[in-house]
């Protein structure tokens, strides 16, 4: 490559002027606390895998003639060192003349700390209390002045070399440079003296470069059916485009209603967006300077069959080389992987009381890995279906029971995903033992008697649903202008008026439902007994005490605290029906209980905090609840910076330490929802620590 010219300006430092080069530098402008940091590995890691000269780049003073230019030489797979050498032309070297390596920061990024092997076979031949033509090692950062050196060799004054003690490496951090240079020169104080024609060589057989990344990256998703409105079966996908100004866009992260899922390298670049040592636990370790690509375009993958079939949280984040991340796309996903019905059940055999039908499972999509029957009763017509208690497998035998009903089958298909229901039609009347499809007339009777008794069947799959009226006999009428073909409309009121189906409630708050129960053309129904049910998030509905209308067919219900729950109502129009209409759905959105705590509000020395929280309103999952910690600090704002996981009882805990040595900083935990865990997303309050 073309060499630039070096400045052979003569530079004596005193080991007091290094001393205080160092104590400045760290005193520099400090990292900001929740910036990025990634290492650069050159020649090779510490285990000893070869990494290369990546960032490095060399230059030489101009050659003159009857003199050696020296040469600069870069790692290699047999040779784990860069190299600055004179003196294997055997030519001598002019005053001032150098060879130089410089490591310089990328854009967006600043060095923070370095360590950097190095060993000299310098080979000063001195005339004693004399310099003679001595060559000169030296290291500085950013521009090459005074001010900036950190070290530099000279032969000792009387040529005794015995006695030398040089530190094998150099090691500094918090520091803030843009670039680092070490240069090997002939000392050019001592006048025009050539230095040489003997050989000089210093060796750099490993550095290690700490790189702060003040860039965060920043990314949209740009399509994929994650992204859509439809539900998703199997494989999923979302494109994303992301960029960065520093270390590069190096891995992209899928979560999962707040659980990871999935992270993964973007583009590898070659090889050189990847860590170099993956056996220890920092996965931001990297052969060169700007590692990863300023620029991408990805997709992030998921296997939507491992989830439960409903809606799910979907939040995919890019981060940099350094770690800083970045949010693409915070959405849901509606998942249905559970098996869905192509082809209805069928029954086959002999409709009549000592007969026998089979079920036919009928088609299913989705691979279902199970099948559970259950056998319905219902009335003459096909409706009304209840089922038959005990009733299951793939026979059923007909009894005196059935006779003069109609027969179905209910298919329950389930696979990892969820479990899905077909019915088949109804089968023909089921004939008694005399071979009638209807029965006979009874001798004396006034009339049909009425009344659907005691078993009437639960209403909409509501679980204890029961009839409020069900225990009078006769057809008595619930509520002045009962009808079957009644509304039911629901809603939440709100402070300052106004009604919503979807609130959101502080944990320990009720919640006000309005109703209002009418007949096909609009008139109130009053008087009329409704049944109440709660479902929970992945659960089924449960029936609770209800209400009754006013005169009007209005009614308000109070919602006892607790966690996030849907509700609805039954109506029951007389004391025989069999089903119920129900009232569309509303929910209720309740924030998590979540707590959190700072070991101390002030901190020095070792700028370590502990902090520790709770996450209650169980039930808590076995394997216990993800909670985010975000902290703040003047200029950035909240961000993430961990996730841990609670213990069984909602408990967690862990430990911070500081990278400034001064300022004010906040820390919050956020719940996010998840699992079977009935609360909404929830941040806490913040507490906040001083630095000093």
Avoid at 134 to 163: C, I, K, R
Avoid at 173 to 185: E, K, M, T
Avoid at 287 to 311: E, Y
């Amino acid at each position: 490559m073309p060499t630039p010219p070096v400045d052979r300006r003569p530079r004596l430092r005193a080991a007091a002027l290094v001393f205080l080069a160092a104590i400045a530098a760290l005193f520099a402008r400090p990292p900001l606390a929740f910036a990025g940091t990634y290492t650069v590995d050159t020649c090779q890691t510490p285990t000893g895998t070869f990494t290369g000269s990546g960032g490095w780049t060399s230059s030489a003073s101009l050659a003159s003639q009857g003199h050696d230019q020296g040469l600069a030489s870069a790692c290699s797979q047999t040779n784990l060192g860069l190299g600055l050498a004179f003196g294997s032309g055997q030519l001598p070297v002019a005053p001032g003349d150098a060879v130089i390596w410089s490591f310089v920061a990328p854009a967006g990024t600043h060095i923070s700390s370095v360590s950097v092997h190095r060993a000299l076979q310098l080979g000063w031949p001195v005339v004693a209390s004399r310099y003679g033509r001595p060559y000169l090692y030296d290291a500085w950062h950013d521009d090459d002045t005074t001010d900036n050196q950190v070290e530099s060799e000279l032969p000792p004054w009387n040529g005794d070399t015995a006695g030398v003690q040089f530190p094998p490496s150099l090691d500094l951090d918090s520091i803030w440079w843009g670039s680092l240079s070490i240069r090997l020169s002939c000392w050019s104080l001592v006048g025009s003296l050539d230095c040489g024609p003997f050989p000089a060589q210093v060796t750099i057989s490993r550095a290690r470069i700490g790189l702060t990344d003040d860039v965060a990256p920043e990314g949209h998703a740009t399509g994929g059916t994650l992204t859509g409105t439809d539900p998703v079966r199997g494989g999923a996908s979302l494109s994303l485009h992301a960029t960065d100004g520093g270390g590069g866009v190096y891995r992209v992260a899928l979560a999962v209603d707040g659980a990871e899922a999935s992270r993964r390298v973007i583009d590898a670049a070659d090889g050189a967006c990847a860590d170099v040592e993956p056996a220890d636990d920092d996965p931001y370790d990297f052969g060169t300077s700007q590692p990863c690509p300023l620029a991408v375009d990805g997709t992030v993958q998921l296997d939507t069959a491992a989830l439960r079939d409903g809606a799910h949280n979907v939040h995919v984040t890019v981060e940099d080389a350094g770690g800083n991340s970045a949010v693409v796309y915070d959405g849901s996903v509606e998942t249905h992987n559970a098996p869905i019905s192509t082809g209805a059940p069928s029954l086959s055999g002999t409709t009549a009381v000592g007969g026998r039908l089979a079920a036919a499972l009928g088609q299913w999509d989705g691979a279902p890995t199970g099948y559970d029957q259950r056998w319905l009763r219902c009335d003459a017509d096909g409706a009304n279906c209840a089922p038959v208690a005990g009733a299951s497998g793939v026979t059923y035998p007909l009894d005196d029971a059935d006779a003069y009903h109609r027969m179905r089958v209910e298919v329950t298909a389930a696979n990892g995903s969820g479990t899905a229901i077909a019915r088949s039609a109804p089968s023909a009347l089921v004939a008694d033992a005399a071979g009638r499809t209807t029965p006979p007339a009874v001798q004396g009777a006034a009339g049909a008697g009425g009344g659907a008794g005691a078993g009437s069947p639960s209403a909409g799959g509501v679980q204890g649903a029961a009839n409020p009226l069900g225990q009078l006999p006769g057809h008595v009428a619930n509520g002045a202008g009962a009808t079957p073909h009644a509304r039911l409309d629901v809603s939440f009121q709100l402070a300052g008026g106004g009604t919503t189906r979807h609130v959101r409630l502080a944990h320990g708050r009720r919640g006000t439902i309005v109703g209002l129960l009418t007949d096909a053309s609009g008139r109130g129904v009053a008087g009329a007994r409704l049944g109440a049910a709660w479902r929970l998030p992945g659960r089924g509905w449960v029936a609770r005490p209800g209400v009754r209308t006013d005169t009007a067919g209005r009614f308000v219900y109070v919602l006892a605290a607790g966690p996030s729950r849907d509700v609805r109502f039954t109506y029951f129009a007389y004391s025989d029906s069999r089903t119920a209409e129900l009232s569309n759905v509303v929910h209720a959105d309740v924030l998590a209980p979540v707590s959190i705590h700072v070991d101390r509000q002030r901190v020095t020395g070792a700028r370590i905090v502990r902090l520790s929280g709770r996450v209650g309103g169980g039930p808590i999952p076995h394997a216990g609840l993800l909670v985010t910690l975000e902290g703040f600090q003047s200029g950035w704002g909240w961000r993430a910076f961990r996730t841990v996981r609670t213990d069984r009882h909602g408990r967690w805990r862990t430990r911070y330490r500081f990278r400034l040595s001064r300022g004010r900083f906040g820390f919050r935990a956020l719940v996010p929802h998840q699992g079977a865990y009935p609360y909404a997303t929830t941040r806490s309050g913040g507490v906040f620590v001083v630095v000093s």
